[in-house]
């Protein structure tokens, strides 16, 4: 097994006290330091903010080379990255920027933590600088965990690598492949002995993306790395190089998190009903889903997460597009079926094949939400 690649990107024990002393000293000032255009920052785990609202770290952990970054009005760019470490083990640094809280850095404004059953959307944008003699990925990190705690590891983090050059990987092994966002993705999970890392990897180089963070999360909520009732405590985007990577460059960036509950309303409660009749044969069945509303607010661009038991595999599908074809499924609607209206429904079905016992699902969510059945 190849070393772990994508450990917690911040110091421990004593280095750890640092940065918390440097939380502390901004708290008796009465604020984050200041943000100014073109500051560079050199220190190990030095920081500033970008845009008034963003922190940029440079966050260099993993070796003892030189590494500089510098925040500009709209994001930041990697001025200096000496050195380089062995592609089969873990980067060298992850610098970056954030809206949320990191080991005690909280950045300016945030409304993180929130509890992810609060949390109707979460939409975010980026556009990256690439360089060509480098050995690096860029990443998101988006960092859940049962409680919302402002310090230290979260339980799971999810990665999504829009980028990805040289001989690297991440963490664990390639479970599958799965359409979020519109896009596809390779999947791979995995654990680096202190959190789980969910990494959505992109086939093909992304220079720039606009997209909901909460479509990522339904992911991890529906394979069981995170639940309902946990928080996103912050959504980071930057860069993990292994070899150089001077010029690498986050040429603007954006975060928003939108609280208010997403099909329940505040608090998350159940809004939703699913009900699931199926149809058998030896070794074959299908399934009608019907998905009903029991809220008073409509459910547009609904997501319904289900999990097939072992054995089940899905053939063909009608009125919804799936996810995938086994294990951790998302149906969506199509476009004449996008939307929920309050005490309405939408149905869609699919066949498929089984070994063994059938059984239905245990449980579905709409839109991170979880639902009655019957």
């Not at 845009?51 to 952990?61: A, E, I, K």
């Not at 998101?140 to 990805?164: A, C, F, H, Q, S």
Request: hydrophobic share 35%.
């Amino acid at each position: 097994m190849r070393p772990l690649p994508c450990l917690p990107r911040t110091p421990r024990g004593a280095l750890g006290a640092v940065v918390s002393a440097l939380a502390v000293i901004a708290a008796l000032f009465g604020a984050t330091p200041p943000a100014q255009a073109d500051t560079t920052v050199c220190e190990q785990f030095g920081w500033t903010v970008a845009q008034g609202r963003y922190v940029v770290q440079n966050n260099r952990w993993g070796t003892n080379d030189p590494q500089c970054v510098t925040a500009t009005d709209t994001g930041f760019r990697l001025t200096r990255a000496d050195g380089s470490v062995p592609t089969t083990g873990a980067p060298k640094s992850y610098p970056s920027l954030f809206n949320g809280c990191h080991y005690t850095n909280c950045s300016p404004g945030t409304n993180l933590p929130a509890q992810l059953a609060r949390i109707s959307s979460a939409p975010s944008s980026i556009s990256y600088g690439y360089v060509g003699d480098a050995v690096y990925n860029a990443s998101y990190d988006i960092w859940l965990d049962p409680t919302p705690r402002t310090d230290g590891v979260n339980r799971t983090e999810i990665m999504i690598w829009l980028n990805k050059v040289g001989p690297i990987q991440p963490i664990g092994s390639q479970v599958g492949t799965a359409t979020v966002g519109g896009r596809a993705w390779q999947v791979w999970s995995g654990g680096n002995g202190t959190n789980d890392v969910l990494s959505f990897v992109a086939p093909s180089a992304i220079g720039s993306w606009s997209f909901d963070v909460m479509d990522f999360v339904r992911q991890a909520v529906a394979r069981g790395l995170a639940r309902n009732d946990w928080y996103l405590t912050s959504v980071q985007a930057g860069f993990e190089p292994w070899q150089n990577g001077a010029g690498l460059t986050v040429n603007s960036f954006s975060s928003a998190v939108n609280t208010g509950g997403g099909p329940g309303g505040p608090g998350g409660g159940t809004t939703c009903r699913v009900s699931y009749a199926t149809n058998l044969w030896q070794g074959g069945f299908t399934a009608n889903v019907t998905v009903a509303n029991t809220g008073s607010a409509p459910v547009d661009g609904w997501r319904l997460g289900f999990t097939l038991p072992s054995g089940q595999s899905i053939t063909s599908t009608w009125n919804a597009s799936l996810s995938s074809s086994s294990g951790s499924v998302t149906a969506s609607g199509l476009a004449h079926n996008a939307s929920i209206a309050p005490g309405g429904s939408q149905t869609f079905g699919f066949q498929g094949t089984y070994s063994g016992t059938f059984a239905a699902p245990g449980g579905f969510s709409l839109n991170g939400i979880a639902c009655g059945q019957g």
